[in-house]
């Protein structure tokens, strides 16, 4: 897939910064938790076990509320990655065993092969060089170690009109999130489809600045996929 302009992408982070400055005020995120919501996405999509394993957590693309912030609280060490992590205003504070370096995925900020796993959950769809991402979160990874990817996706006759979709510089299907993950060299052990997870009241019908939600209830998915390194 076409990499985007560094143009573009500061556009799109743009965006980005400013859904993150408002996102309280949205109907849908009224009384949101991270800590139960990502609590209930890490039970649902990766085993006790690996949970265990995961001693060094890279997060990639963490945004200010991201996984390591409320989750494997037992790991040694968690890095959270964001290149808007400085700007956010709802931005985490290192401590105890969670560190954070605002840099792009394109280049990560530690040594190879270091990682038992790495998360990158709704970022390859907002970034520069998606190719360049997934190879860098194989470098960073040990050997057999796990990469846990989330990207929205859309059914593919939808991504040749989705150009309107200004705040995102990639749009995928679950074919070609799993064709990137197989030609970077990970295995994929598993596949989740889950609907975007928001209740929309139906005055947002009547929100013009909703119906992107609304699209993106009827027709966008979650796609997980856990990958491994041989
Ligand atoms: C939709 S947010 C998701 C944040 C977080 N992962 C979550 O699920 O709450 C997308 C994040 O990707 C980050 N991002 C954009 N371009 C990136 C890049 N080239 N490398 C790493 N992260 C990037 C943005 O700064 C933003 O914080």
């Given at each position: 897939?076409?990499?985007?302009?560094?143009?573009?992408?500061?556009?799109?982070?743009?965006?980005?910064l400013?859904?993150?400055?408002?996102?309280?005020?949205?109907?849908?995120?009224?009384?949101?938790?991270?800590?139960?919501?990502?609590g209930?996405?890490?039970?649902?999509?990766?085993?006790?076990?690996?949970?265990?394993?995961?001693?060094?957590i890279?997060?990639?693309?963490?945004?200010?509320?991201?996984?390591?912030?409320?989750?494997?609280?037992?790991?040694?060490?968690?890095?959270?990655?964001?290149?808007?992590?400085?700007?956010?205003d709802?931005?985490?504070?290192?401590?105890?065993?969670?560190?954070?370096?605002?840099?792009?995925?394109?280049?990560?900020?530690?040594?190879?092969?270091?990682?038992?796993?790495?998360?990158?959950?709704?970022?390859?769809?907002?970034v520069?060089?998606?190719?360049?991402i997934?190879?860098?979160?194989?470098?960073?990874?040990?050997p057999?170690?796990?990469?846990?990817?989330?990207?929205?996706?859309?059914?593919?006759?939808?991504?040749?009109?989705m150009?309107?979709?200004?705040?995102?510089?990639?749009?995928?299907?679950?074919k070609?999130?799993?064709?990137?993950?197989?030609?970077?060299?990970?295995?994929?052990?598993?596949?989740?489809?889950?609907?975007?997870?928001?209740?929309?009241?139906?005055?947002?019908?009547?929100?013009?600045?909703?119906?992107?939600?609304?699209?993106?209830?009827?027709?966008?998915?979650?796609?997980?996929?856990?990958?491994?390194?041989?």
């Open positions: 897939m076409e990499h985007a302009t560094t143009k573009r992408w500061q556009e799109a982070q743009q965006a980005e400013d859904w993150w400055q408002n996102w309280r005020k949205l109907p849908f995120y009224t009384n949101h938790s991270f800590a139960s919501y990502w209930n996405v890490i039970s649902d999509v990766m085993s006790e076990a690996d949970v265990a394993k995961a001693r060094t890279v997060e990639v693309g963490c945004g200010p509320h991201g996984v390591v912030r409320y989750m494997f609280k037992d790991a040694p060490v968690k890095l959270g990655t964001d290149p808007l992590l400085c700007q956010y709802e931005r985490p504070k290192p401590g105890g065993n969670t560190f954070y370096a605002a840099a792009v995925g394109e280049s990560i900020p530690v040594k190879d092969g270091v990682a038992d796993l790495v998360i990158c959950i709704n970022v390859i769809d907002h520069m060089d998606a190719d360049q997934l190879g860098e979160m194989r470098r960073v990874l040990k057999g170690g796990q990469l846990l990817l989330e990207v929205h996706t859309f059914p593919a006759i939808f991504t040749p009109i150009f309107f979709d200004h705040p995102h510089t990639y749009h995928w299907t679950r070609t999130v799993l064709e990137l993950v197989r030609k970077t060299g990970f295995s994929i052990e598993r596949t989740r489809q889950l609907q975007f997870p928001i209740s929309l009241p139906w005055t947002s019908f009547f929100v013009p600045s909703h119906w992107k939600y609304i699209f993106g209830k009827l027709f966008m998915r979650l796609t997980y996929v856990n990958c491994r390194l041989p």
